[in-house]
């Protein structure tokens, strides 16, 4: 068969390996009440948000997410903008479109569905186990306290779930295909693609596996045999198709490597390993997050940590200028908006969960008592322990979304380097007990091309002229934003 002939189907299968942790969610929630600890007889019952499961409690990728990324990064190829003359693009060819409106229909227009189906990925085999929950509790951006009424927990696929998908196309041309293996390619280590809910925090980041892959084409003539025969299962009918991909597509994100050094315990602590306790029972109450024998530190809470800083940045830079506090809160928050995302818009960073090894004596554990304000000894039952951990370094990743680099963009780069040196420098902290001397830390970073890590005067040093640049163009967009 000829590259220019339509192939009648063709069906694209492999596997996707999830590099981190993959939620997509059913929808659902249910309530689970916990066993009670020491001195909370009325545990307080939480509501589970459920995971996309089929009826034999398997984990799957929907078609219809799948299908929304494939759109998505062939839809931002700049060469699939422009349709050939008196044709569709190539997205259009491949998604179909919409009606666009009843006076079009009325034309012989009623839209296209395309010619590609995508099925559900399921997982090739079944949990371990448990399906792993995930906590997670907002934080007041004043306060740096929880929030009221913002604790949850969701069921997430573990990192290494290996997911199979099925791909066909009917009527299609050689280029579809091949645009579709390139934008399968996309998913690949390093690159920054996710799909599912908290990307934002380093979730759902997957990677096609190029050895699974298999491409199949059924044409006319082996379909009609089949037809004449009984006997022939369907399987025979189908024949590999030896077909080179293009280039996979590029990313749109940068990766910056970090580094955590811990100048103190660190507690980021773990609901699920906490225990039910007795009068005589000595265990901790609170864990640190874990994963075997690595402590985890989330990028959720990373992230937080640096909007959180970011805000105050920008506030006391807007305070200067003199608005008063509504018009400076309201100030602040636009520009967080744009580059952390809202319900609206996807945000232009995302941050890895940061991970570091740990032996028995990087552990930490230490016994507190509650002191009565008013008499100054002991409360009675309300002797605590926590469980916390200091390893040598943990590491992780910041991805920034191309767009920052643009000039546009350009005072986001300089807030994000206002608040790199405060960590560089040791003067952020994170999870349980800033205020009890837990949580300090220092970072180092590597960025793209550089060879090892550098600390603050080592970043200034390389990337002088592109930090003052950054730095300044802050400087005039607090001067020009409305209002300013």
Not at 101 to 107: G, P, V
Request: aromatic share 6%; glycine share 10%; net charge neutral.
């Amino acid at each position: 068969m000829s590259s220019n002939e339509p192939y009648v189907r063709v069906r694209i299968r492999g596997v996707l390996r999830a590099i981190a942790e993959l939620r997509v969610g059913s929808g659902d929630e249910w309530e689970q009440r916990p066993e009670p600890t020491l001195g909370e007889a009325d545990a307080v019952a939480r509501l589970i948000s459920g995971l996309s499961q089929d009826v034999h409690g398997r984990p799957f990728i929907p078609g219809a997410s799948l299908r929304g990324w494939l759109r998505h990064r062939l839809g931002c190829a700049a060469e699939n903008h422009s349709p050939p003359s008196g044709g569709k693009t190539l997205c259009q060819r491949i998604f179909g479109e919409a009606r666009r409106s009843d006076e079009t229909a009325s034309n012989g227009d009623f839209g296209d569905a395309g010619c590609l189906r995508v099925a559900d990925a399921l997982l090739t085999a079944p949990p371990g186990g448990p399906i792993p929950i995930r906590h997670g509790v907002g934080i007041d951006a004043v306060l740096g306290t929880a929030t009221e009424g913002h604790l949850y927990a969701k069921q997430v696929a573990p990192r290494g779930s290996r997911f199979a998908v099925e791909l066909e196309l009917t009527d299609c041309a050689h280029e579809e295909v091949r645009a579709l293996l390139a934008a399968l390619a996309g998913f690949r280590t390093g690159s920054g693609a996710a799909l599912g809910q908290g990307k934002g925090h380093g979730r759902g980041q997957l990677a096609w596996e190029s050895t699974a892959q298999r491409v199949d084409v059924l044409d006319d003539d082996a379909f009609d045999r089949w037809l004449r025969d009984d006997t022939a299962p369907i399987a025979d009918a189908w024949r590999p198709l030896d077909i080179q991909a293009s280039p996979a597509l590029s990313s749109a994100w940068v990766p910056f490597h970090l580094c955590l050094q811990p100048l103190a315990p660190l507690l980021i602590a773990d609901p699920e390993l906490k225990k039910a306790k007795r009068e005589d029972d000595h265990q901790p109450d609170h864990y640190f997050l874990r994963d075997r024998d690595r402590a985890v530190v989330p990028g959720a809470s990373l992230r937080g940590l640096i909007r959180a800083r970011c805000r105050r940045i920008l506030i006391t830079l807007l305070a200067a200028k003199d608005q008063g506090d509504q018009l400076t809160l309201e100030k602040a928050g636009r520009l967080l908006t744009d580059l952390f995302g809202g319900t609206e818009r996807m945000g232009l960073i995302r941050v890895d969960d940061a991970r570091g090894r740990f032996s028995p004596e990087n552990v930490h554990t230490q016994t507190f008592n509650a002191i009565d304000r008013f008499t100054g000894g002991t409360a009675p039952k309300l002797l605590y322990s926590v469980e916390a951990v200091r390893p040598r370094r943990l590491r992780g990743r910041v991805w920034l979304c191309e767009e920052l680099f643009e000039k546009d963009h350009q005072w986001a780069l300089g807030l994000l380097t206002l608040t790199l040196r405060d960590a560089m420098e040791g003067d952020l902290a994170l999870g349980w007990g800033k205020g009890r001397g837990y949580g300090a830390f220092r970072s180092r970073i590597r960025p793209p091309g550089a060879r090892s890590y550098l600390d603050w005067p080592g970043l200034l040093d390389a990337h002088r002229a592109a930090i003052e640049a950054a730095v300044t163009a802050l400087e005039q967009k607090i001067t020009e934003e409305p209002g300013a």
